[in-house]
């Protein structure tokens, strides 16, 4: 066959113009929302696609997560993730355009998570939705996976009609970070941590003490019967600044549980039955909680946000939830269980509303391995 008789296969780029400026408001039904944007997610162990109708409405919704592939490492092994999304990808984007009884036509957008994450998972998924859009003409649209936590909250029917600022506290195995949310795309880093995510000392502590992966759980369910009081630990508070730092307290763990069992600085293994692991597990997670709580409300509290939005895998954590609530100067956001980790709900949802702002990306956009949410204005913000 010769290249003259080559067919085009590609449709015509389609536009995000024809859209509708306004979302969902009390004078439509839900009925009549239209825009509908697949979500495509792979930045770090979880392959995952969406499609949601006008930023609120999960139209499907599918996770194939590595975890138990990753879970002999005690973290996520890179080089095992990006393989692992190879294989699965495409077949998990096929069966959520299935579940939500739709082909691409009849989508508005293709928004991808492009950064921040692992390099070669991203690239997996940003390829993929690339594709996917020149084959089918969709605008393509590069998502910030903070961003994209940020807007699990959005997909709650409670944290409408939202009214700026919303100061967004996002825990995860790779942030900890909290953001004021000015407006729809409008974002000012206030503190981030310095050292370890939350979530990543919830795992590094669930591996000292003999935990299973992803750690985070594994330590709720261990604290459930322990006393947090059983072991005084540091909180590292860092006054005057809205950062974390959560290393001392992974460091303090280890020379805890030292101290208990002298025997494993000589190599010998855990001996995890002599160990008290509920009240460790308690006490640990009471330390971490404090910190997230104290600086989370009191930024609330100076920023005059309308509301807190809690999200990430950290979120999932019942005592942080509860602790939240009950100190927090305004209502408390948080995803159910199903959108506090990586998922593409999210993805697609933050999508909606670049989709809405005319924000399409050119298919020559690279990944975003350290991509930043929001300015830091003049150079760090000070607590008062
Ligand atoms: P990332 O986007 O950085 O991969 P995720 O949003 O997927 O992170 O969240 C995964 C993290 O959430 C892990 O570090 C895990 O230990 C933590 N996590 C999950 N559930 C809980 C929980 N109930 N309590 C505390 N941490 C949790
Ligand atoms: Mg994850």
Known sequence: ????????????????????????????????????????????????????????????????????????????????????????????????????????????????????GLAGSLVIGLNLAKGIALASGLPLLGINHLEAHIYSLFLLEETHPVQFPVLCLIVSGGHTEL??????????????????AAGEAFDKVARLLGLTYPGGPAIEQAARSGRAEAFRLPRAMLEGTWDFSFSGLKTAMLRLVQRLQPEIREGKPLNTAHLPLPDLAAAFQAAVIEVLVRKASLAAREFQATQLFVAGGVSANQSLRTAMEQAAPCPVRTPPAELCTDNAAMVAAAGCYRALARQGDALDIDVLPDWALGVTEGGGIRQP
């Open 179 to 196: 953001i004021l949310m000015r407006d729809h795309g409008d974002y000012r880093r206030l503190g981030a941590t310095l050292d370890d």
């Open 1 to 116: 066959m010769k290249e003259a008789d080559w067919k085009d296969a590609r449709a015509p780029p389609r536009s995000l113009e024809h859209i509708a400026v306004t979302m969902p408001g009390p004078k439509r039904k839900l009925e009549d929302r239209k825009l509908r944007v697949l979500g495509i997610e792979s930045s770090c162990d979880e392959t995952a696609a969406a499609v949601v109708e006008d930023g609120r409405r999960i139209l499907s919704n599918l996770i194939a997560s590595q975890a138990s592939l990753h879970a002999k490492y005690g973290g996520v092994f890179p080089e095992v993730a990006s393989r692992r999304h190879v294989e699965v990808i495409d077949r998990v984007v096929v069966a959520a355009l299935e579940q939500a009884h739709l082909s691409f036509e009849d989508l508005d957008a293709v928004a991808v998570t492009r950064g921040p």
